[in-house]
């Protein structure tokens, strides 16, 4: 018997870990120091009460016999792929609702939908990175080539002549950098992959902050991505769903390879590895589609970014260059050369616990990822206390 040795070349991720430690460390030295954390990257609200209701709901119809459901659908109940469709169309995204394949979340089908792809692709993902990207290939026994992101192409790459990429990743809003692509970028991935026949993977699980209307929400705003992209959602940070898991990934019909269309090959490794999403859950998932859910949820949202727009304000009044914030719940602040040192400053002399840049690649040392997940609060005992920090 042999293991699966791609498993032995993952790195390890101490990043969470070693926060957990130092805080915990700081904790025994300072008993009673409220401790801020600008770190969560998980909601901390409640489920609005359009999805409450719903869950409610649908878990009285599973315990009468006349309305008792068993397994649903592999690509989810239509009423939820038909919600989802409509979600689309209020942003001025075109997808199919036969398109459309409900998921436990963003992350399962991330590394699900690789099942389809050959074992020789080269992977291109973004550095820095949401960590999932790299380490799905790693235990597949892929190499991932690097997208830098940096300052001077604000975070959001374009295909550089010498990429030769077969399987692209692209999140926007980004984890961690909090950029969002304009159109025009997007379509220069779009006609890259297009012109090369790769597959675009599109993470938009942050859609939902996006409040410039110009920028894109979805792959599909973009002409042309119907013939090259897969675009993987989730409820989870739109409505508070990181618990309650439900999301869906969209394989439309007019993604051809080698003659073959993706979606079928979806379709088959889906209903050989998996039995659906429960019908409980897809229910309350319709709800926060529905407009009173959309309005409950955007409410729950706003109240996220105001936190946002809390740090921003005295980021900017002490000089400090950041970037997101604006249409994504991560600010990436510039800390200078170590940010491992800057997470022992902020700790140190306010209290206030972020991510290190360098716990998402080598291009994100130097930044300091803050989330707007927090209470209100929580924001505005941060900003006094940064108010106080000396950040040279
Ligand atoms: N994609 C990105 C970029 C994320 O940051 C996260 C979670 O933090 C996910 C996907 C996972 O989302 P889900 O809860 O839907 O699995």
Aim: net charge negative; glycine share 10%.
């Amino acid at each position: 018997m042999k293991l699966n040795e791609n498993y032995f070349k993952l790195k390890d991720s101490y990043l969470f870990h070693t926060i957990a430690l130092k805080v915990e460390k700081r904790r025994k030295e300072r008993p009673g120091e409220k401790i801020i954390s600008l770190g969560i990257g998980d909601t901390t609200r409640p489920l609005c009460v359009a999805a409450a209701d719903a869950l409610r709901a649908a878990a009285d119809e599973m315990s009468v016999k006349e309305t008792y459901k068993g397994y649903g659908p592999y690509e989810g109940y239509d009423f939820l792929r038909e919600s989802v469709a409509d979600y689309y169309e209020t942003f001025g995204a075109n997808v199919d609702s036969g398109d459309v394949f409900i998921s436990s979340g963003a992350k399962d089908d991330i590394s699900n939908i690789l099942d389809v792809f050959g074992a020789d692709n080269v992977v291109a993902a973004p550095n820095p990175v949401y960590p999932v990207y790299v380490d799905t290939n790693v235990m597949l026994g892929r190499e991932t080539t690097y997208i830098e992101g940096n300052e001077a192409n604000g975070f959001t790459p374009t295909p550089s002549a010498r990429l030769d990429a077969d399987i692209i990743y692209i999140c926007s809003p980004n984890n961690p950098t909090g950029a969002v692509y304009t159109k025009d970028k997007l379509k220069r991935w779009v006609d890259y992959a297009n012109e090369r026949g790769a597959v675009i993977l599109f993470d938009a699980a942050y859609e939902a902050f996006i409040r410039d209307r110009s920028l894109p929400r979805s792959v599909y705003e973009i002409d042309g991505a119907e013939r090259c992209a897969v675009e993987l959602c989730s409820l989870s940070k739109t409505a508070g769903f990181t618990g309650v898991r439900c999301g869906w990934t969209v394989v439309p019909k007019t993604l051809e390879r080698g003659g073959v269309k993706l979606k079928d090959l979806w379709l088959r490794r889906q209903s050989t590895k998996f039995n659906g999403v429960s019908y409980v859950i897809q229910r309350a998932a319709a709800a926060v589609l529905a407009e009173e859910g959309l309005r409950q949820t955007r409410a729950d949202i706003d109240e996220y970014m105001k936190n946002g727009e809390i740090i921003a304000k005295v980021l900017r009044e002490k000089g400090v260059k950041f970037f997101g914030g604006e249409n994504s719940p991560y600010i990436w602040l510039k800390c200078g050369a170590s940010s491992w040192d800057f997470f022992d400053m902020l700790l140190d002399k306010a209290g206030i616990v972020g991510t290190p840049g360098a716990g998402f690649g080598s291009a994100g040392e130097g930044y300091f990822r803050l989330t707007v997940f927090g209470s209100g609060e929580d924001a505005l005992e941060a900003a006094e206390r940064l108010k106080k920090v000396d950040f040279q």
